[in-house]
């Protein structure tokens, strides 16, 4: 890790210094350590801080020096893993005791969804060629397959599961799921958690397999996702 320390002149040539940290994975204890003994080094209450921008009076940190800024300075958010009830029809938070209020089972599933599908996401762009319509419109009924089983998990009737097709139907879904995501409070990078949209149109949830569980009647212990009765029923639709 080099971390700028400030800039040296040899005649008109100007070079900038850093300072070489050897890291490993345990980089968190590393940085620590280093901000520690810094710390223990200084001889006055006063802390001179560079930044990269200042403006309005304010300080604005980016990229890595802001990370360590959340880290270390700002411990109030926290990783949550996801823990998917479709028996008590919930969406929980468990390491921030918060879960998605406001959902009905179309948004749950929905969810659901889009976390089985895992960082492949879902693509409802509708292509103009016939023959990319043809491959379109097998890939839906594949979607709408598995969140018609999804849906009837969470206690409705595949039947009865609204049309992920049609994007009046479509919008609002997504709509009502963003805003309740948004105003799930102390989540780290809160956005990661939420419905993200790519360049090409792509819908995904950007949080790893590992952080989302699934609860189980004959299982004390949540079970993860991609080993739940739940996933098997998604890929088998």
């Given at each position: 890790m080099l971390i700028k320390i400030g800039n040296s002149f040899v005649g008109e040539d100007a070079y900038a210094n850093y300072l070489?940290?050897?890291?490993?994975?345990?980089?968190l204890s590393i940085v620590q350590s280093f901000i520690d003994r810094f710390c223990e080094m200084l001889s006055s209450d006063v802390y001179v801080v560079n930044t990269s921008e200042e403006r309005d009076s304010q300080f604005?940190?980016?990229?890595?020096?802001?990370?360590?800024?959340?880290?270390?300075?700002?411990?109030?958010?926290?990783?949550?893993?996801?823990l998917i009830d479709p028996y008590k029809e919930e969406i929980f938070f468990p390491d921030v005791d918060a879960k998605a209020n406001g959902l009905h089972r179309r948004e749950r599933a929905l969810y659901t969804l889009l976390l089985c599908c895992g960082k492949d996401g879902i693509n409802f762009n509708q292509p103009k060629s016939t023959d990319g319509l043809a491959k379109y419109m097998k890939?839906?009924?594949?979607?709408?397959?598995?969140?018609?089983?999804?849906?009837?998990?969470?206690?409705?009737?595949a039947d009865t599961a609204p049309d992920l097709s049609i994007p009046e139907i479509r919008r609002p879904i997504f709509s009502c799921l963003k805003r309740s995501l948004k105003n799930i409070p102390s989540l780290y990078n809160p956005e990661d958690?939420?419905?993200?949209?790519?360049?090409?149109?792509?819908?995904?949830?950007?949080?790893?397999?590992?952080?989302?569980?699934?609860?189980?009647?004959?299982?004390?212990?949540?079970?993860?996702?991609?080993?739940?009765?739940?996933?098997?029923?998604?890929k088998d639709a």
């Open positions: 070489k940290i050897e890291v490993d994975e345990d980089i604005h940190f980016h990229g890595f020096y802001k990370q360590l800024l959340d880290i270390f300075l700002i411990r109030k958010n926290i990783r949550s893993h996801i890939r839906m009924e594949k979607i709408q397959a598995r969140y018609s089983t999804i849906y009837s998990l969470f206690g409705g009737t958690y939420n419905l993200t949209k790519n360049r090409d149109g792509v819908f995904s949830v950007n949080i790893d397999d590992n952080m989302v569980f699934v609860t189980e009647l004959d299982s004390a212990e949540p079970i993860p996702l991609t080993n739940s009765k739940l996933f098997k029923k998604f």
